[in-house]
């Protein structure tokens, strides 16, 4: 389709934005401008959700009303967003005149048509989640999300007929495949179903909670945080009768954070089935961030603020960073050092450095202006051309998927291809000798082009960079403007144009250690040094390391797609395994395992092992097996489970 349609849960304003928050917007971000960038109309939403129990509290406790109190917290969002280079349509608010009024039409409309009744519950209560719990949900008997005991209420309050759409959703989740993704929260989802469902309960009494949306056809009572906050998705576009509705709602796509699978999963596809209108098309769920072992959480006081990160190490490279790091679906742990490493060896060393040399030597070899293809391209250069094709393929295959490390990895393997190729071709000898100057056009040229089309697909991730790159290549386009037909394609820069050396992309990051200790927290400084106080000699060995040292360790589930020995080695094979992106890794175990028989397996994976060449072959993580004996035996999993799962 020629549009795109996607959303950010709209962020509850009890607490100030952290990296949660950037992450599912950076996300909704990039699947925005990757749209864009492949000439599709489209239209991005974010907001704030402003009622409920929690509000009233936060504002209590900040001793302002309300109002006030979503006022200040919802602007923190609104001006978190551009710093960030988040590039949203719309900004909606609960508290917007025009959403109270759909929620509203739509509450009447499910009303009028009988999926609406009176009664009185009780049971289990969360404040917290702000809504009942079965025994079944708890956990040691406590709400899982916030670990506190729910509380006993009896209410009288309005109920919608979820039930009645049960069986409509297991058949509409189970013929759109990609409905709900990736699959492990589709799976999760139809467990759910797999249970009879409750009604749902979409209101609260005046008397306890007056900070709401009244019911239309009772104003004794407010909506329920859940009907009111969903209806967010529609209202935005002008439902019913709004042309942006006609246009955008097919083909809309949320993006949210796995606590609120259910209520986007469940209560929201049914509520459109009651309402009369057809629901999302694609629910993209992704995982945690973690921190010294745990979940990102406000209740627990660990959330990492973004905007004190972005700053200090430049937005593009945290905005790279989250989305290298994270394999949409699977948590991930959060790090200032992961942050620095990876701006240092990627953005730096890779990136950087390659636009650096291209630029340099094209300044220096031709007084910077962009040459033409001097000779007849030979097999070298045309096979750095046949991997930007190959790069481009896969971008294009995996941008949609949300396999943004992958496709991020595709882009630098393509980096690092082109600053091999600088070594192979060695410009700086060609320009030696003037009977070379053809060869040395054709080299500049190839990396000139290299730098641009690369330019262009970080643009979703990186706009800043790409639109640095792109001017001092001679492309004064924005970000947003760019086309992937028109402004990827290979050869497209005019010779003779002017191309601008400039600072470095991305300066180093030298973290400061302070005698004493870690070094505090926004110490990192691009070009400052410190030496570290040298580390007293230990009394005598002790060769037990401290928890937070195992839990640097990254485990994970893997399964063995292929498998086969490596050349001139009696000792080692060579596996690909799936660890919810696939890894080349070396494993010494070929004279207990064959290749056909390890095909399949499960396997246990530290995955955040060093790169290494074992005989050659480039190995990126270890396979655990247990020495018995003379046998290997490999670790695996009580049974079988998803490959990417961390081992805790």
Not at 97 to 105: A, F, G, L, S
Not at 138 to 167: I, T, W
Not at 465 to 488: N, P, V, Y
Not at 550 to 566: H, N, P, S, T, Y
Request: hydrophobic content about 35%.
């Amino acid at each position: 389709m020629d549009r795109f349609y996607v959303t950010t849960p709209i962020y509850y304003v009890n607490a100030e934005p952290h990296i949660g928050h950037a992450y599912t917007t950076i996300v909704a971000d990039v699947m925005n401008r990757f749209q864009k960038l492949m000439g599709r109309k489209t239209f991005f939403l974010t907001g704030t959700d402003e009622h409920g129990d929690k509000i009233v509290q936060a504002a209590e406790d900040a001793g302002v009303d309300p109002k006030s109190y979503a006022d200040r917290i919802s602007a923190m969002f609104r001006q978190t967003w551009p710093q960030l280079n988040v590039s949203n349509d719309h900004f909606i608010r609960t508290t917007d005149p025009e959403h109270m009024k759909t929620v509203q039409y739509i509450l009447q409309k499910v009303h009028d048509s009988g999926d609406i009744y009176f009664s009185t519950y009780k049971g289990l209560y969360c404040v917290g989640c702000e809504r009942f719990y079965t025994e079944k949900e708890l956990v040691e008997g406590k709400c899982p999300d916030h670990e506190k005991e729910p509380v006993e209420r009896e209410e009288a309050n309005y109920f919608f007929r979820m039930s009645k759409y049960q069986d409509w959703l297991l058949e509409h989740i189970q013929s759109n495949e990609g409905f709900i993704r990736p699959e492990r929260y589709r799976n999760e989802v139809l467990s759910f179903l797999k249970e009879p469902l409750e009604d749902l309960c979409i209101s609260r009494p005046k008397e306890r909670l007056s900070w709401g949306i009244p019911l239309p056809f009772d104003d004794r009572y407010v909506t329920y945080v859940w009907f009111d906050a969903l209806i967010n998705y529609v209202s935005a576009i002008g439902y019913p009768d709004g042309p942006l509705f006609h246009e955008f709602w097919p083909v809309a796509q949320h993006t949210i954070a796995k606590d609120i699978l259910k209520p986007h999963g469940i209560y929201w596809p049914t509520m459109a089935r009651a309402a009369g209108f057809p629901p999302f098309q694609h629910l993209n769920v992704h995982g945690y961030w973690r921190t010294e072992g745990g979940k990102m959480s406000k209740s627990h006081g660990t959330v990492v603020r973004p905007l004190d990160l972005a700053p200090l190490y430049g937005v593009d490279a945290f905005r790279y960073f989250l989305l290298r790091e994270m394999v949409f679906g699977l948590d991930a742990n959060f790090s200032e050092e992961a942050l620095v490493q990876r701006l240092n060896s990627d953005l730096a060393n890779d990136l950087g450095n390659l636009f650096s040399r291209t630029t340099g030597m094209t300044d220096r070899y031709f007084q910077g202006k962009i040459p033409p293809f001097g000779s007849e391209p030979d097999e070298l250069d045309r096979s750095l051309e046949t991997q930007m094709e190959a790069t481009l393929d896969q971008w294009r295959t995996e941008m949609p998927r949300l396999a943004f490390h992958k496709t991020l990895m595709a882009v630098w393997e393509c980096i690092n291809a082109a600053n091999k190729y600088v070594d192979h071709a060695a410009p700086w000898n060609l320009a030696k000798d003037p009977g070379q100057l053809p060869k040395l056009q054709t080299v500049l040229r190839t990396l000139l082009e290299i730098n641009k089309v690369v330019a262009v697909l970080i643009s979703p991730f990186m706009p800043d960079t790409s639109e640095k790159m792109l001017q001092r290549l001679g492309i004064e386009k924005g970000a947003l403007d760019l086309r992937l037909e028109e402004d990827g394609k290979w050869g497209t820069l005019k010779a003779g144009m002017p191309v601008h050396k400039g600072e470095p992309l991305f300066p180093r990051i030298q973290r400061e250690e302070p005698k004493g200790g870690k070094p505090p927290k926004g110490a990192g400084k691009p070009g400052s040094s410190r030496d570290a106080a040298p580390k007293p000699a230990p009394a005598e060995k002790d060769e037990s390391i401290s928890f937070d040292l195992f839990k640097q360790v990254d485990l994970r589930a893997g399964i063995v797609k292929q498998a086969e020995k490596v050349p001139k080695s009696d000792r080692l094979l060579r596996l690909i395994v799936d660890i919810g992106e696939e890894r080349q890794v070396v494993a010494g175990i070929a004279q207990t395992h064959s290749p056909e028989e390890l095909v399949g397996r499960q396997v246990i994976v530290v995955a955040n092992l060093q790169r290494a060449k074992i005989m050659g072959v480039e190995s990126h993580g270890m396979v655990l097996a247990v020495k018995d004996g003379d046998t290997l035996k490999l670790v695996t999993t009580e049974s079988p489970v998803s490959p990417g799962l961390k081992v805790t």
